[in-house]
Structure formats: C-alpha cells, structure tokens
T-cell receptor, first 113, second 115 residues
Framework: ETGVTQSPTHLIKTRGQQVTLRCSSQ?????VSWYQQALGQGPQFIFQ???????GRGNFPPRFSGLQFPNYSSELNVNALELDDSALYLC????????????FGSGTRLTVV | QQQVKQSPQSLIVQKGGISIINCAYE??????FPWYQQFPGKGPALLIA?????SEKKEGRFTISFNKSAKQFSLHIMDSQPGDSATYFC??????????????FGKGTKLSVKP
C-alpha cells in the first residue's frame, strides 16, 4: 500500500508568481485535503476535494485553488504569491472524507522571496 | 480565534520519564480528538485518538485522558524514549465532512527526551 506522495519537496518562488503543488493520494483513498503549516504552527485547513469537487474550504482567499483528477490525485494552485504564503503545504488523503483515517504526505516546503 | 489551545510549547523529559501535553478546546460540537506526531521533514502521523464518550484511551505507552466538562484532553507518554523526540499536535474536529469535519490543530509541543 503506497502512502501519500507530494511534489516537489521544496520550492522557491518570487512574490507575485504562481505555483502548483501536486499530491498523489494513498491507494484506496478518494478524498484529498490540503493544509498549510507555517513555521512553528499547527496545520491549517485550506480545502478538501471529493469526487473532483471542492467539498469544504477554510479561511483562505480565492487565490488558493485546487483540482482533483479522476485518479484522485490533486493539485493546489496559489496565484499572486505573497511572502506570508511561505509554509509547508501538506496533503492528506482519506476514504470518502473519513476524517478518522487521514494519511498525511511529507509536504512541500514553499519559500516566497 | 484559536479553538484548540495546546501547552506547553516545549518539553524536556529524561529517558524513562512521563511526558504530559495538554490541550483545551472551546467548541462543544467537537466530536473527535486526535493526537499527531511529526518528525522534522515529515508530515504529521496519527498517534492516538479519542471520542468524547470515553474518558481515557490507552495504546501501548500512549494514553489520552479526556475531561468533557472541563473541555480538556491530554497526552501522556509513559517511559519516554529518545525516539519519541518530535513535535506533537493535538487536534479536534466537528461531526460531519468537508469544512465542518476538518481538523483544527493546536500550535504544537516540541518534545525532547534526553538519554
């Protein structure tokens, strides 16, 4: 059983640019949630995707958007990057939105300069 | 508004000792309280979780104590080992899926177990 894989592992972008982060869900999982973890903080919920539709969103602006594909993999897109977007972005997959069975990936470390 | 407050921010324990991390929550609609362990460069991994209908849950050296009336829960790590050195997060979520059921995390406790 493969776990959750995220790519890239590290990324440096300039303020104002756009970025796409990718996540492959664990085998058998059809729901993907994205979290932002700032340095020294706990993860914060960005949004969740189920059946290729956004299924809930946290307190993040519209420049944070996502996609889920038929194979349940997902992308997180962030437009007009700001310095405060620098963080570890975590993807978690689960079965049918089952919050009890979250499996997190190792994350993508995004640095905005 | 922080819905889950975690303390202490950091903790140093001798090998073999007991590590205790505390969390307090505000929303009485929360119905699931997990603890996650995170090593540097890795994502959080579920350690142990509890529902509000029980007051204690034990798995190996890890125990969650839950006090519904005080809206508090804690993680006890018995016989702490250097390999337990990591950051621990408590979390909570409401019944339901999507944004309702998302996990709300505390700010984390960095545990160091000295040999």
């Amino acid at each position: 059983e493969t776990g959750v894989t995220q790519s890239p592992t590290h990324l440096i972008k300039t303020r104002g640019q756009q970025v796409t982060l990718r996540c492959s869900s664990q085998s058998g999982h059809n729901t993907v949630s994205w979290y932002q973890q700032a340095l020294g903080q706990g993860p914060q919920f960005i949004f969740q995707y189920y059946r290729e539709e956004e299924n809930g969103r946290g307190n993040f602006p519209p420049r944070f958007s996502g996609l889920q594909f038929p194979n349940y993999s997902s992308e997180l897109n962030v437009n007009a990057l700001e310095l405060d977007d620098s963080a570890l972005y975590l993807c978690a997959s689960s079965r049918q939105g089952n919050k009890y069975g979250y499996t997190f990936g190792s994350g993508t470390r995004l640095t905005v300069v | 508004q922080q819905q889950v407050k975690q303390s202490p921010q950091s903790l140093i324990v001798q090998k073999g000792g007991i590590s205790i991390i505390n969390c307090a929550y505000e929303n009485t609609a929360f119905d699931y309280f997990p603890w996650y362990q995170q090593f540097p460069g890795k994502g959080p991994a579920l350690l142990i979780a509890i529902r509000p209908d029980v007051s204690e849950k034990k798995e190996g050296r890890f125990t969650i104590s839950f006090n519904k009336s005080a809206k508090q829960f804690s993680l006890h790590i018995m016989d702490s080992q250097p390999g337990d050195s990591a950051t621990y997060f408590c979390a909570a979520s409401r019944r339901g899926g999507g944004s309702q059921g998302n996990l709300i995390f505390g700010k984390g406790t960095k545990l160091s177990v000295k040999p």
